[in-house]
T-cell receptor, first 112, second 110 residues
Framework: NAGVTQTPKFQVLKTGQSMTLQCAQDMNHEYMSWYRQDPGMGLRLIHYSVGAGITDQGEVPNGYNVSRSTTEDFPLRLLSAAPSQTSVYFC???????????FGPGTRLTVL | GQQVMQIPQYQHVQEGEDFTTYCNSSTTLSNIQWYKQRPGGHPVFLIQLVKSGEVKKQKRLTFQFGEAKKNSSLHITATQTTDVGTYFCAYGGSQGNLIFGKGTKLSVKP
């Protein structure tokens, strides 16, 4: 099993550009989520999904969109990148809602 | 909203010293999880506590869940350089999501 994979590992964007961060898991987990991590702020939840076709907002959803068309994939879209979105983004999955979370390696995003 | 306070924010210890981080909530928690994140890495699950007063051990790590289920602690005995990283507690939020504390960053001087 590859676990949770994320692409790309690093990305530099210009303000106003859009892009999609990819996340996939091969553990047949129902629950998937996206976090951003900033210095001193811990992990903040952006969006999460409890199953294919179902998504919900987390603590900091503005500027991000998600969709969950399959159990395996949970992409995160930045609609119009802003410098405030410079961060490290982690995707995570778990078998059930409050079970052990498996994290991907992260995407380090810089918006200029 | 429901929040946890993790203290201390930073801890610097000499190798061989003990280390403790605390996670405190103003409300009762149904369960609590602990994660470790090495520098440049991703969070890795350590343990989940569910029962009031629960104590679990993993080698030099001891995890406790308070009797009132409002606080938890992680204690490391005789720290090693491999213990370096940030330790997070996390709990199930009222909206069904998992909420993380801000973490305690541990550095160990050899």
């Amino acid at each position: 099993n590859a676990g949770v994979t994320q692409t790309p590992k690093f990305q530099v964007l210009k303000t106003g550009q859009s892009m999609t961060l990819q996340c996939a898991q091969d553990m047949n987990h129902e629950y998937m989520s996206w976090y951003r991590q900033d210095p001193g702020m811990g992990l903040r939840l952006i969006h999460y999904s409890v199953g294919a076709g179902i998504t919900d907002q987390g603590e900091v959803p503005n500027g991000y969109n998600v969709s969950r068309s399959t159990t395996e994939d949970f992409p995160l879209r930045l609609l119009s990148a802003a410098p405030s979105q410079t961060s490290v983004y982690f995707c995570a999955s778990s078998y059930r809602l409050h079970n052990e979370q498996f994290f991907g390696p992260g995407t380090r995003l810089t918006v200029l | 909203g429901q929040q946890v306070m993790q203290i201390p924010q930073y801890q610097h210890v000499q190798e061989g010293e003990d280390f403790t981080t605390y996670c405190n909530s103003s409300t009762t928690l149904s369960n609590i999880q602990w994660y470790k994140q090495r520098p440049g890495g991703h969070p890795v699950f350590l343990i989940q506590l569910v029962k009031s007063g629960e104590v679990k051990k993993q080698k030099r790590l001891t995890f406790q869940f308070g009797e009132a289920k409002k606080n938890s602690s992680l204690h490391i005995t005789a720290t090693q350089t491999t213990d370096v990283g940030t330790y997070f507690c996390a709990y199930g939020g009222s909206q069904g999501n998992l909420i993380f504390g801000k973490g305690t960053k541990l550095s160990v001087k050899p």
